[in-house]
C-alpha cells in the first residue's frame, strides 16, 4: 500500500466557492430540485474542491470515464471538456431532465438513469483501453460500490471519489492502527489508496453531518498477493477482524464461516514465525496471504 500522507490537505471554503454555490442554488431553484436523503444527496459546491478531484483523476483525451451520481452535473461539465468520453450513471429519474438540458452541449457524454451496482459496466466500457471512475458517492453505499468495482477487475485504471472521511481512512490505514481492518486489506488486494484531500462540510449543499476525503485507488494490474481461492480468503481477512482486541487464534477457530481447530491455526503461526498471541490488526495482507496458505 502507498504511504501518500504528504499529499493530504485539508480544504476550506474558497472565493470560488460563491459563484459554485450560486451556480447551484439557481439549478435547485430553477428545476425545484431538493436533495434526497434517502439517496444520500449532497451537491458540491466548492470549486477548490473539484479542481483538486479532477487534478487527482488526472483526466486525459484518451481517457473514457464513469461518474457515478452526477447530481446536477456540475462535474460533468469538466469532465466532459477534460476527457474523450463520458457517461454519468444517475440513479435518481428526476435530475436526468436537468443533466439533459444544462449539458446538452457535449456530444461526448452519455446519461445512464440507473442504479450503478445493477449496471452492466462492462457494456460501458466496451473497447475502451483507458477507463477511469470519479464520483462523489453516496456515502451510505460507499463500500458496496467500490467493492463491487474492484471484484469484478472491470478495465478500470483508477478510481477517484469523495467519500465520508472515516471510510477513506479505513481505506488507506496501517496495520496496527484503529482504522485498519478488513476493508483495507480487501482493498490493498487490489489497488494502491491515496487519501489526497480531507473536505469539511461547508463545502456541500445541503451540509452533511460528517467531514469527507478524496481518496484515489491506483488499480494493480494484477492482485497484490496470490490467492487459491480468493471468496474464502476474504472471509478469512474478515475473520481475522470479528473481534477486535483478541487474538488471531481466537478470531479464526471462533468463526461460523470457518471450520478451523485451534493446532492447526497455531501450527501455522509457528512455522510462519509468528506469536501464538498475534492479533488480526497487526498483520499485513502478505502476512494474511501467507497464513491463508496454509490453513485454507
Known sequence: MSDMNSKNTNLTATPESSA????????????????????GQNFLTDNHVLQKILRSAEICKDDTVIEIGPGIGTMTHELCRLAKRVVA???DKSLIPVLTETLSKYDNLTVINNDILKTDINEIIGDD???????????????????????NEYNIKSICVMVQKEVGERMRAKPSTKDYGS????????????????????????RPNVDSCVIKLNVLEKPRVNVKDREKFFTFVKAAFSKRRKTLVNCLTSYEGLSL?????????????LSESVRGEALDITEFSKIAEVLL
Open 183 to 206: 476493508l483495507t486489506v480487501s482493498v490493498a488486494y487490489f489497488a494502491d489508496a491515496e487519501l489526497l484531500a480531507n473536505v469539511p462540510p461547508n463545502c456541500f449543499f445541503p
Open 89 to 91: 450513471v444517475e440513479i
Open 261 to 273: 481447530e485451534k493446532n492447526d491455526v497455531l501450527a501455522a503461526l509457528n512455522k510462519l514465525g
Open 129 to 151: 483501453k483507458s477507463v477511469k471512475l470519479v464520483a462523489n458517492l453516496p456515502y451510505y453505499i460507499t463500500t458496496p460500490i467500490i467493492m463491487r468495482i474492484l471484484e
Open 20 to 39: 459554485s454555490y450560486a451556480y447551484t442554488k439557481a439549478i435547485t431553484n430553477k428545476y425545484g430540485i431538493t436533495a434526497k436523503k434517502s439517496l
